[in-house]
């Protein structure tokens, strides 16, 4: 389960910049994750939960920003809409090449 070591590390960021910026409570963690990541909502809220408690982030809202996938074709350079990782071009039957939609990033703390 991926989702448990992206929880980990969002908590190590998290931590990070408390020591930074001296926050003492996180409400809220938006962050973007791309639909082509295979990264689940639910499983990551769950992980995420377990991985703050005791933390600065315990009780902390995470609030998930999905990034649409694109892929852009390398003979006509016309962008699509990804569902999946492996897409051809409607127009030339080439496959996609990936522009958008694999990246996770934190977009936002809310802190106190």
Do not use: N, Y
């Amino acid at each position: 389960m991926h989702e448990l070591s992206l929880a980990e590390s969002l908590l190590q960021i998290i931590e990070e910049q408390a020591g930074r910026q001296h926050f003492k409570r996180v409400r809220q963690v938006v962050l973007a994750v791309g639909r082509l990541t295979c990264v689940e909502p639910w499983a990551l809220e769950f992980c995420f939960a377990l991985s703050v408690a005791g933390t600065v982030a315990e009780g902390a809202d995470l609030k998930i920003v999905p990034i649409e996938g694109r892929g852009r074709c390398p003979t006509c350079l016309k962008e699509e809409v990804l569902e999946e990782l492996c897409q051809v071009c409607a127009q030339c039957r080439v496959p996609l090449e990936v522009v958008a939609g694999l990246e996770i990033r934190l977009q936002e703390l809310i802190v106190e």
